[in-house]
């Protein structure tokens, strides 16, 4: 009796993390296709209040000194200003604006690469997406453009105060590549927000991603600027969120062959 209680309980187990998953896989799921007279969303992306001064970091303390103070942005006594927050006429740089939930609509773009160049990633702020099903190489990678100089790409999916580990490769040499795309497969819907990179040898080289479920974002240009095509009519929730400001979210109607105008002001906490 014990024992066909336990199997039963077993089972109903399984059940409950397959639904789960079947529940989470949908969630997640997008579907590409064409779209006919879509609309688009355009606007500026504002900061309210100053931004915060840069952090200036000291190259002598860490390794490497000789050739990452041959970066343009470093100043006497080798020290280079680290900007987490960049705003021009208090026009806000480098916001992600996305519509949070559409399951149907234009291709996802190309693969991304953060290039490890002069100690510094680039692009700072950019969009990743869990790879699909069966894909697990050519949507997200890592070069180190640096000669003779070891990087070592540690990438996290950040939770608040908590940091998961998704990756932590050594590129020891100029030309190396890491391709990343099937260490995001343990980002899950509803769990996964931000992307963090770092080079764990030279602490200072920073970057940040959002992570997207759908092709529809873009990212704040040098003077605030976004805009989003393709889009079907409707209605959307779309979301302009920086990593070091924070998230303001305004629903949207977008109209068929119409661009939707639709600003948004981000406040420095």
């Given at each position: 009796m014990i024992k066909k209680s336990l199997?039963?309980?077993?089972?109903v187990l399984v059940v409950l993390v397959f639904s789960a998953s079947l529940s989470l896989a949908k969630k997640g799921a997008y579907e590409e296709g064409s779209v006919s007279n879509g609309g688009s969303i355009s606007g500026v992306v504002t900061l309210k209040g100053d931004a915060p001064e840069p952090i200036m970091e000291d190259l002598n303390k860490g390794k490497n000194v000789e050739f990452c103070a041959t970066h343009p942005d470093t100043q006497e006594?080798?020290?280079?200003?680290?900007?987490?927050v960049v705003a021009n006429g208090g026009?806000?740089?480098?916001?992600?604006?996305f519509i949070e939930d559409i399951s149907k609509g234009k291709a996802w773009p190309g693969p991304i690469?953060?290039?490890?160049?002069?100690?510094?990633?680039?692009?700072?702020?950019?969009?990743?997406?869990?790879?699909?099903?069966?894909v697990r190489e050519g949507l997200v990678s890592i070069?180190?453009?640096d000669p003779d100089i070891l990087h070592n790409p540690h990438g996290y999916s950040v939770m608040g105060a908590r940091r998961k580990t998704l990756f932590n490769k050594p590129l020891p040499s100029k030309g190396d590549v890491a391709d990343v795309t099937k260490n995001l497969m343990r980002m899950r819907p509803g769990r996964d927000q931000h992307f963090f990179l770092q080079c764990d040898q030279h602490n200072f080289m920073e970057a940040d991603a959002r992570v997207v479920w759908n092709p529809y974002?873009?990212?704040?240009?040098d003077d605030g600027s976004f805009k989003i095509d393709q889009i079907p009519a409707g209605k959307y929730k779309v979301t302009a969120w920086h990593p070091y400001v924070g998230t303001v979210t305004k629903e949207v109607t977008v109209s068929g062959g119409a661009d939707a105008k639709q600003d948004f002001e981000l406040a420095v906490k």
């Open positions: 199997v039963n309980v077993l089972v006594g080798n020290v280079r200003p680290r900007h987490k026009k806000l740089k480098n916001t992600v604006v690469n953060f290039d490890f160049k002069n100690c510094d990633i680039e692009p700072k702020v950019a969009v990743v997406r869990r790879p699909p099903r069966g070069t180190n453009q974002f873009t990212v704040s240009s």
